[in-house]
C-alpha cells in the first residue's frame, strides 16, 4: 500500500511562518506530481502549490510569493514553506502525489499510476 503523511502545521499568529511536510511511503515505483491543497471550513478544496519530479512549481495566487514548494526526490518528501501567514491562510492542508506502482507477474510487468491523498494537518493562523 502506498500512503502519504503529513506532519507540521499547527496555530500561528498572522504574519508568521510555519512549514508541513510530507512523506510518501509503501511499494513505490515512481512519483511524480507532488502538492498541497487546503480545506478552509465552507469552501471547496483548492489548490496550493504542486511540484514536478523535475522542479517545475505552480502556485495559487492567494500565495505567490509568501509560500514555498520544495521536494526531495530521495526521500520521497515533498515541503511546503508559508511565510507572512494571513488568517485566510486557516484551513486543513493536504498532501497530494501521482504515484506509480510496479506489478511483475508471470503474465505481466504492469506499472500503474495513481493519485493518492494524505489525511490532511490542521494550520490556524489568528488575527
Known amino acids: 500500500q502506498v500512503q502519504l503523511v503529513e506532519s507540521g502545521g499547527g496555530f500561528v499568529q498572522a504574519g508568521w511562518s510555519l512549514s508541513v511536510s510530507c512523506l510518501a511511503s509503501?511499494?513505490?515505483?515512481?512519483?511524480?506530481?507532488m502538492g498541497w491543497y487546503r480545506h478552509a471550513q465552507g469552501r471547496q478544496r483548492a489548490l496550493v502549490a504542486t511540484i514536478t519530479s523535475g522542479g517545475t512549481t505552480n502556485y495559487a495566487d492567494s500565495v505567490k510569493g509568501r509560500f514555498t514548494i520544495s521536494r526531495d526526490n530521495a526521500k520521497k518528501m515533498v515541503y511546503l514553506q508559508m511565510n507572512s501567514l494571513k488568517p485566510e491562510d486557516t484551513a486543513v492542508y493536504y498532501c497530494?502525489?501521482?504515484?506509480?506502482?510496479?506489478?511483475?507477474?508471470?503474465?505481466?510487468?504492469?506499472?500503474?499510476?495513481?493519485?493518492?491523498w494524505g489525511k490532511g494537518t490542521q494550520v490556524t493562523v489568528s488575527s
Open positions: 497530494n502525489a501521482d504515484i506509480a506502482r510496479r506489478t511483475i507477474t508471470q503474465a505481466a510487468d504492469r506499472i500503474t499510476w495513481l493519485n493518492y
Open positions: 509503501g511499494s513505490i515505483f515512481s512519483i511524480n506530481t
